[in-house]
């Protein structure tokens, strides 16, 4: 555990700056109007702009990837209140940690002064860890502050949550980066990047403004003295293999992603493999293809291998308990298995025709014997009257019921294909409608 005041010097400075210190350090920002990003946070009348404007200190989880400001705005905060600042690391502390942190609150107390107390990584800490600090929060002895990737409803305690609010940052986007970029050429004196290279740099970064500036940093450095500017070449010389193969948000980005899907589209296992390691090398957010995975499970098997999406769901729940490249392997299954699953867009096209119709047509009203009828005026309307409960019927369906509203009786949005369980369900299909027929035709 670390204790620091912000405020050594005089209220309102913070630590000093060293030449040493890795640049993101050197960069913090010491004031809130130096924060990038976060907008929905730090803008006019958003929440933590007010609790800073307003004096208003509050406990609170502050949930985000690596990267995007948790810390900084921790601190800024400490900063604001003239409060002492606590820091634990849930990787490294423990219920020493947090004793010490109370007697050090409670001896500052003594003098009228405020204490955040900051913990990293939150999560990690265990059921009493997280309970520990109840009563402290509770009493007002300090302000809690726990900062967190993972989804603070799983992770921590529900007592501990209830007590402090949640705030929730973004991973910063290209214009942001871009922004820091200037900031930190401007630091260093270093000459500045070319516009490929500087989106080069935010690609690489990924929302992560600490990933970036370590990368501006190590540029920098291998910068020829003679060099009035750092180009594409130059910052793969400097980052080498860890630089990303393709522009997270580019045109190779996209088409990669495309290949994927159209492979698996296609029944190609060997291209989908191909594609699916291909953006694990250039480096996407491993998340990001679980999810798209999950929507071709959807789009393109749907129905005719319903199996598809559970596989989908649970290579994509292995992933996150394994984490790379264990849990990659189960990803890499479901790629498989969604190339050599039998295809079908029926229900992808049932659903985009539906939307198309709801978006154009008319708010037709619901037939009188499919309506809800709670009250004995709409009984007496004739609400429910006829409805016809299926699980009495033989067969357990109904024939001849009519569930469309009136003028859309013969529509049809959903044509399944004669492949996988959907060959099945257009058999079942058409024997249903075989039986409404035969009901309409009927004589009374």
Request: hydrophobic share 45%.
């Given at each position: 555990?670390?204790?620091?005041?912000?405020?050594?010097?005089s209220?309102?400075?913070?630590p000093?700056?060293?030449?040493n210190?890795?640049l993101?350090?050197?960069?913090?920002?010491?004031?809130?109007?130096?924060?990038i990003?976060?907008r929905?946070?730090?803008?006019?009348?958003?929440?933590?702009?007010?609790?800073?404007e307003?004096?208003?200190?509050?406990?609170?989880?502050?949930?985000?990837?690596?990267g995007?400001?948790?810390?900084t705005?921790a601190?800024?905060?400490?900063?604001?209140?003239?409060?002492q600042?606590?820091?634990?690391?849930?990787?490294l502390?423990?219920?020493?940690?947090?004793?010490?942190?109370?007697?050090?609150?409670q001896?500052?107390?003594?003098?009228?002064?405020?204490?955040?107390?900051?913990?990293?990584?939150?999560?990690?800490?265990?059921?009493?860890?997280?309970?520990?600090?109840?009563?402290?929060?509770?009493?007002?002895?300090?302000?809690?502050?726990?900062?967190?990737?993972?989804?603070?409803?799983?992770?921590?305690?529900?007592?501990?949550?209830?007590?402090?609010?949640?705030?929730?940052?973004k991973?910063?986007?290209?214009?942001?980066?871009?922004?820091l970029?200037?900031?930190?050429?401007?630091?260093?004196?270093?000459?500045?990047?070319?516009?490929?290279?500087?989106?080069?740099?935010?690609?690489?970064?990924?929302g992560?403004?600490?990933?970036?500036l370590?990368?501006?940093?190590?540029?920098?450095?291998?910068?020829?003295?003679?060099?009035?500017?750092?180009?594409?070449?130059?910052?793969?010389?400097?980052?080498?293999e860890?630089?990303?193969?393709?522009?997270?948000?580019?045109?190779?980005?996209?088409?990669v992603?495309s290949?994927?899907?159209?492979?698996?589209?296609?029944s190609?296992?060997?291209?989908?493999l191909?594609?699916?390691a291909?953006?694990?090398?250039?480096?996407?957010?491993v998340?990001?293809?679980?999810?798209?995975?999950i929507?071709?499970?959807?789009?393109?098997?749907?129905?005719?291998?319903?199996?598809?999406?559970?596989?989908?769901?649970?290579?994509?729940e292995?992933?996150?308990?394994?984490?790379?490249?264990?849990?990659?392997?189960?990803?890499?299954?479901?790629v498989?298995?969604?190339?050599?699953a039998?295809?079908?867009?029926?229900?992808?096209?049932?659903?985009?025709?539906?939307?198309?119709?709801?978006?154009?047509?008319?708010?037709r009203?619901?037939?009188?014997?499919?309506?809800?009828?709670?009250?004995?005026?709409m009984t007496?309307l004739?609400?429910?009257?006829?409805?016809?409960?299926a699980?009495?019927?033989?067969?357990?369906?109904?024939?001849?019921?009519?569930?469309?509203?009136?003028g859309?009786?013969?529509?049809?949005?959903?044509?399944?294909?004669?492949?996988?369980?959907?060959?099945?369900?257009?058999?079942?299909?058409?024997?249903?409608?075989?039986?409404n027929?035969?009901?309409?035709?009927?004589?009374?």
């Amino acid at each position: 555990m670390t204790t620091e005041s912000l405020f050594a010097e005089s209220p309102g400075t913070g630590p000093p700056v060293h030449l040493n210190q890795p640049l993101a350090e050197r960069l913090r920002p010491t004031h809130l109007d130096e924060v990038i990003g976060q907008r929905q946070l730090l803008g006019p009348g958003m929440p933590l702009r007010v609790a800073f404007e307003s004096g208003r200190l509050h406990s609170m989880i502050l949930w985000g990837p690596p990267g995007v400001g948790k810390t900084t705005l921790a601190r800024l905060m400490t900063q604001a209140f003239d409060a002492q600042f606590i820091t634990i690391s849930a990787v490294l502390g423990g219920v020493k940690e947090i004793r010490e942190a109370v007697e050090r609150a409670q001896a500052v107390a003594a003098q009228g002064r405020r204490t955040v107390v900051f913990v990293d990584e939150v999560h990690r800490f265990n059921k009493s860890q997280q309970d520990a600090f109840l009563p402290h929060v509770e009493s007002g002895l300090f302000t809690f502050i726990g900062a967190t990737t993972e989804n603070p409803s799983f992770e921590v305690n529900s007592a501990l949550l209830s007590r402090a609010s949640v705030h929730v940052l973004k991973s910063l986007d290209e214009a942001e980066l871009l922004a820091l970029v200037e900031r930190a050429v401007q630091v260093l004196a270093s000459p500045p990047f070319t516009p490929a290279a500087a989106k080069r740099l935010a690609a690489y970064a990924d929302g992560d403004a600490r990933r970036l500036l370590n990368a501006v940093d190590a540029a920098a450095a291998l910068a020829p003295p003679t060099a009035s500017e750092i180009d594409e070449p130059m910052l793969e010389r400097a980052l080498g293999e860890q630089l990303r193969r393709y522009d997270k948000g580019g045109e190779q980005f996209y088409d990669v992603i495309s290949a994927l899907h159209k492979s698996v589209r296609g029944s190609d296992p060997d291209a989908a493999l191909y594609w699916f390691a291909r953006m694990l090398d250039g480096g996407v957010d491993v998340r990001y293809i679980a999810r798209r995975l999950i929507r071709m499970a959807s789009e393109d098997i749907g129905l005719a291998d319903p199996r598809a999406l559970r596989i989908c769901l649970d290579a994509a729940e292995t992933y996150e308990r394994l984490g790379s490249p264990e849990g990659e392997l189960t990803l890499a299954q479901a790629v498989v298995f969604l190339a050599v699953a039998p295809k079908s867009n029926a229900v992808y096209s049932a659903y985009k025709a539906v939307r198309a119709l709801i978006k154009t047509d008319g708010s037709r009203a619901v037939p009188l014997h499919l309506r809800n009828a709670p009250t004995r005026l709409m009984t007496d309307l004739g609400y429910g009257r006829e409805y016809r409960y299926a699980h009495d019927e033989p067969g357990g369906f109904a024939a001849g019921v009519i569930y469309l509203p009136e003028g859309l009786e013969a529509q049809r949005f959903y044509e399944p294909v004669a492949r996988g369980l959907e060959l099945r369900i257009g058999e079942r299909l058409n024997e249903l409608r075989r039986l409404n027929a035969a009901h309409q035709t009927a004589p009374d």
